[in-house]
């Protein structure tokens, strides 16, 4: 007979959400040379171009929840996410601000919206996301979304790194980064507190959750993954990151 796990108290397993953050990918060996201001002009092109894939991911990822969503209340506040995004007749919104960002370091628009230095994996990784959020039950999907409970340290690291370490990087570019800090915090707000209430009635409930996050966490990393492979070449010599010339200009 197995044994019935008790479950963690709220302050518990909130913790064990957290604690999953060392996984995050503000790890990543890419993103530790991005911080240590080690990357070149191309090599940080090739991360903004491949991130918009993720960007224009989101608002569909979220819309799928509202469609799988039976409850009004949640909605309501869930819809948010969709216009920070695409932007309404008040503000421009996040895909358009990451455009800018492309602009800022070096892009064209063409260059990041027609999504023709989107790597296979990224396209993979963000499409497996999406995917998740149309099949599986919306608390599912708001629990994914908790990799954000690490985000706002990520956009503060760009913000106070890259002035000093990219200063070419036209500073309209730092838009999208700081317009996150506050959004990221409001939403890891409501989707903490579904995520504690619906997976917090048993112990395989919560560590199913865990197991969620880990699961989007892994898109991250693998978006990641996927990014250091396009824009540096894999033969690292001594330490050094050599960048595959045909991939940017
Ligand atoms: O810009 C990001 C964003 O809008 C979101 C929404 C949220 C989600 O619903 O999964 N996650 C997320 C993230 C954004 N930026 C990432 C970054 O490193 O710039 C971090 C990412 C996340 O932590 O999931």
Same mark, same amino acid.
């Given at each position: 007979?197995?044994?019935?796990? %008790?479950?963690? %108290?709220?302050?518990?397993?909130?913790?064990?959400? =957290?604690e999953?953050?060392?996984?995050?990918? /503000? *790890?990543?060996?890419?993103?530790?040379?991005?911080?240590?201001?080690?990357?070149?002009?191309?090599?940080?092109?090739?991360?903004?171009?491949?991130?918009?894939?993720?960007?224009?991911?989101?608002?569909?990822?979220?819309?799928?929840?509202? /469609?799988?969503?039976?409850?009004?209340?949640?909605?309501?506040?869930?819809?948010?996410?969709?216009?920070?995004?695409?932007?309404?007749?008040?503000?421009?919104?996040?895909?358009?601000?990451?455009?800018?960002?492309?602009?800022?370091?070096?892009?064209? =628009?063409?260059?990041?919206?027609?999504?023709?230095?989107?790597?296979?994996?990224?396209?993979?990784?963000?499409?497996?996301?999406?995917?998740?959020?149309?099949?599986?039950?919306?608390?599912e999907?708001?629990?994914?979304?908790?990799?954000?409970?690490?985000?706002? *340290?990520?956009?503060?690291?760009?913000?106070?790194?890259?002035?000093?370490?990219?200063?070419?990087?036209?500073?309209?570019?730092m838009?999208y980064?700081?317009k996150?800090?506050?959004?990221?915090?409001?939403?890891?707000?409501?989707?903490?507190?579904?995520?504690?209430?619906?997976?917090?009635k048993?112990?395989?409930?919560?560590?199913?959750?865990?197991?969620?996050?880990?699961?989007?966490?892994?898109?991250?990393?693998?978006?990641?993954? /996927?990014?250091?492979?396009?824009?540096?070449?894999?033969?690292?010599?001594?330490?050094?990151?050599?960048?595959?010339?045909?991939?940017?200009?």
């Amino acid at each position: 007979m197995t044994a019935v796990l %008790t479950p963690w %108290t709220r302050e518990e397993f909130e913790n064990k959400l =957290r604690e999953k953050g060392k996984g995050y990918h /503000s *790890h990543h060996p890419f993103n530790v040379l991005m911080y240590e201001g080690k990357l070149t002009r191309e090599q940080l092109q090739c991360w903004v171009a491949n991130r918009f894939y993720y960007q224009i991911g989101i608002p569909q990822k979220d819309a799928a929840i509202m /469609s799988n969503c039976p409850d009004r209340e949640i909605r309501r506040s869930w819809i948010l996410r969709i216009t920070d995004h695409d932007g309404d007749d008040k503000a421009e919104g996040g895909i358009e601000a990451w455009i800018k960002l492309g602009e800022a370091v070096g892009l064209t =628009r063409e260059d990041v919206t027609s999504l023709k230095f989107v790597s296979p994996g990224v396209r993979f990784a963000v499409d497996a996301y999406i995917n998740f959020a149309r099949q599986r039950p919306w608390q599912e999907s708001v629990c994914s979304s908790l990799t954000e409970l690490f985000a706002p *340290h990520i956009h503060q690291q760009r913000i106070s790194s890259w002035p000093e370490m990219y200063p070419w990087v036209k500073e309209e570019g730092m838009i999208y980064f700081k317009k996150r800090l506050t959004e990221a915090r409001r939403d890891v707000e409501q989707g903490l507190a579904v995520t504690l209430s619906h997976f917090g009635k048993s112990r395989e409930m919560q560590e199913r959750a865990l197991e969620i996050l880990q699961f989007k966490l892994n898109v991250l990393w693998v978006i990641s993954d /996927s990014i250091m492979l396009a824009c540096c070449d894999v033969s690292i010599e001594n330490g050094v990151h050599y960048l595959r010339q045909d991939q940017m200009k």
